[in-house]
């Protein structure tokens, strides 16, 4: 049975394409520190791993949650899946530009899923995500700490490989 939240073209869909059209011109705008098939990798991750988390909690067998105006897949949803390529290629590019370090990568990722908390509850007021099939949003913040660590180690393997 496919639910319906909304059948306008609204606010959800506006803010994924404005979102993706800003955070790609930051990326076209701010110094190069990868070579471009650094950063395509690290854009792509960001796609790649959120879709497959998604898709884990979001479908059958548990189906906790939907994303966006209809909980059958559409365009918007792929839409929503890219945009976080470029949030991917930000959070690394700032732990580059920073210098993180250390211990200061744990307290890098702490506000990093901490933020991430704090823009998908965004999310779900807007209406693009919808957890009224038993998904908490509290799940969420060890999974960020998950993919954020595991796109640090992936960004460090990268660099051995370069060398």
């Known amino acids: 049975?496919?639910?319906?939240?909304?059948k306008a073209f609204d606010w959800n869909e506006w803010l994924i394409i404005i979102t993706l059209l800003f955070l790609n011109i930051v990326?076209?705008?701010i110094p190069k520190l990868f070579t471009v098939i650094e950063g395509i990798a690290y854009y792509l991750y960001g796609i790649a791993i959120v879709h497959f988390f998604d898709h884990t909690t979001s479908v059958k067998p548990w189906d906790l949650y939907d994303v966006n105006d209809n909980s059958n897949y559409q365009l918007?949803?792929?839409?929503?899946?890219v945009l976080?390529?470029?949030i991917s290629y930000i959070f690394i590019y700032l732990y580059l530009k920073l210098n993180i370090k250390g211990q200061q990568t744990i307290l890098y990722i702490l506000l990093w899923s901490g933020?991430?908390?704090l823009v998908e509850w965004f999310g779900v007021k807007i209406g693009l995500f919808h957890y009224d099939k038993?998904?908490?949003?509290?799940?969420s913040f060890p999974i960020y700490m998950v993919i954020?660590?595991?796109?640090?180690?992936?960004?460090?393997?990268i660099q051995k490989t370069n060398k």
């Open 148 to 157: 954020q660590t595991l796109l640090i180690i992936y960004y460090h393997i």
């Open 134 to 139: 038993g998904y908490k949003m509290y799940w």
């Open 84 to 86: 976080n390529g470029p």
């Open 115 to 117: 933020f991430s908390v």
């Open 27 to 29: 990326i076209l705008i």
């Open 76 to 81: 918007m949803d792929f839409i929503y899946y």
């Open 1 to 6: 049975m496919t639910v319906v939240y909304e």
